[in-house]
């Protein structure tokens, strides 16, 4: 874990964290798959599905329904019963083949969409975690076309901050640390009184505490 994070920190230090990041942000990924996360994307099909299906069932009451009456009426000619029946086989004909192509037409759009929400979503998420983990924080790059892609890189920049500002405090505990290493060393092997140099022995052993933190990616204490 120290390699880590003191080696990403020297690259910093070498090229800057601006140029790197910019790089990542203008990378424009290709998804091989539109479905990214079945569980999530499926059950948003099936929710638009159930929408479909209430919005074609009300439509095929309104259509056959008042026909049906009708029929089952009494006091209707034989031309009469022949046009009803004839609108009947009409709608029979034209109405399913275009309610199958909007139901078709709709559940891909709905994968598509699905995908630009999902999408970047899981590729922050991995990243955040992989940044918890103790690595260093790496914007996932993001097309401007997803959706939440605004919200994301809000909170991407929010992040960078707090990158920045735990390498600058592991800087200053770095230089910390051994100016405390090096007084602790001058106390040992000096004469100073017993208050003191207990009190700088405490010191080195609290400041070395937080240094194995700090190299272990502040994951617990030691």
């Not at 076309?145 to 735990?166: A, F, I, T, Y």
């Not at 080195?204 to 030691?222: I, N, Y």
């Amino acid at each position: 874990m120290e390699s880590g994070r003191t080696g990403g920190l020297r690259q910093d230090r070498a090229e800057g964290p601006g140029p790197e990041r910019k790089t990542d942000a203008m990378q424009l990924p290709k998804r091989k798959s539109v479905v990214v996360n079945r569980r999530i994307q499926y059950q948003l099909l099936i929710y638009n599905w159930i929408y479909f299906l209430i919005i074609a069932l009300s439509l095929i009451v309104g259509l056959f329904l008042p026909l049906a009456v009708r029929l089952s009426g009494a006091g209707l000619g034989w031309v009469q019963q022949g046009n009803l029946e004839r609108n009947v086989l009409f709608l029979h004909g034209h109405l399913w083949p275009v309610v199958l192509l909007v139901f078709l037409l709709l559940s891909v759009h709905s994968l598509f969409i699905s995908n630009k929400i999902v999408g970047p979503l899981r590729k922050f998420c991995s990243a955040l975690n992989a940044f918890l983990g103790g690595s260093r924080w790496n914007p996932p790059s993001l097309r401007n076309d997803d959706l939440l892609s605004g919200d994301l890189k809000e909170l991407s920049k929010l992040l960078n901050r707090v990158q920045d500002h735990w390498d600058q405090i592991r800087t200053e505990h770095d230089e910390l640390h051994r100016r405390v290493r090096d007084t602790v060393a001058f106390a040992e092997n000096n004469r100073l009184p017993e208050g003191l140099k207990a009190n700088l022995l405490r010191l080195g052993q609290q400041s070395a505490r937080m240094k194995r933190v700090f190299d272990r990616g502040g994951e617990g204490s030691p």
